[in-house]
C-alpha cells in the first residue's frame, strides 16, 4: 500500500462530485499547480492533460485567501477574468479585453471557480487570426493561461500546466 502524502488538494469537476487527489495515490490524480505567497495560495487544476480538439474539459481555480480579511479584485467572474486559454509559440495568447464594470470579492478562506477551458483558438475573424470556419486547434502541445485579474491587491497567477490536443 503507498503511503499517502498529508497535503490533499480537493477540487470540484465540472458537473460532478467532489474529487480527492492524494500525493502518491495512483487513481483519480488531478493534474494541478500551485502558487502562494505569505497571504495567498492559488491553485489551478485539470481533470486531463490529453484532450481532442475543439472538446471542453473541467478546470478549477481555487483562491486561498490567508490575508484575514476579504478582498475585493477589479473583474469579472464568470465573463471574462479566471477564464483559462491554451496557448503555445503558434497559437499565442490573444488576450482577453473589454471594459470593466464590476468586481468580484473574496472571501477569507477558500473560493473555488469552476473554468472549463475549451481546445478552441481564443480569438478567431480578424486581422492575422484563423478563420471562425474551424475553431479548433490545431493538434499540439499547449500549455494554459489563465485571464488574470489586474491591480491591487496583487494574488500570484497560477503557474502553467500543459496540455496535449490529439484529434
Not at 66 to 76: E, I, K, L, M, W
Not at 92 to 108: I, W
Request: hydrophobic share 40%; glycine share 10%; proline share 7%.
Amino acid at each position: 500500500m503507498k503511503r499517502l502524502v498529508a497535503a490533499v488538494l480537493f477540487f470540484v469537476s465540472l458537473g460532478g462530485p467532489l474529487v480527492a487527489a492524494q500525493a502518491g495515490a495512483s487513481q483519480n490524480v488531478a493534474h494541478a499547480v500551485t502558487t502562494s505567497t505569505k497571504g495567498w495560495a492559488v491553485t489551478l487544476a485539470v481533470a486531463k492533460t490529453t484532450v481532442r480538439t475543439g472538446t471542453r474539459f473541467a478546470a478549477t481555480i481555487t483562491i486561498m485567501n490567508r490575508t484575514g480579511h476579504s478582498v475585493t479584485v477589479v473583474g469579472c467572474q464568470p465573463n471574462f477574468d479566471f477564464s483559462i486559454e491554451l496557448a503555445n509559440a503558434k497559437v499565442p495568447y490573444q488576450g482577453l479585453s473589454g471594459a470593466v464594470a464590476c468586481s468580484t470579492k473574496l472571501r477569507r478562506g477558500t473560493t473555488v471557480f469552476q473554468a472549463p477551458i475549451t481546445a478552441v483558438y481564443s480569438s478567431c475573424g480578424g486581422p492575422g487570426l484563423p478563420s471562425c470556419a474551424n475553431p479548433n486547434l490545431p493538434v499540439g502541445t499547449y500549455h494554459t493561461v489563465v485571464n488574470w485579474p489586474t491591480g491591487t491587491p496583487h494574488i500570484p497567477e497560477p503557474g502553467r500546466l500543459y496540455i496535449s490536443v490529439v484529434r
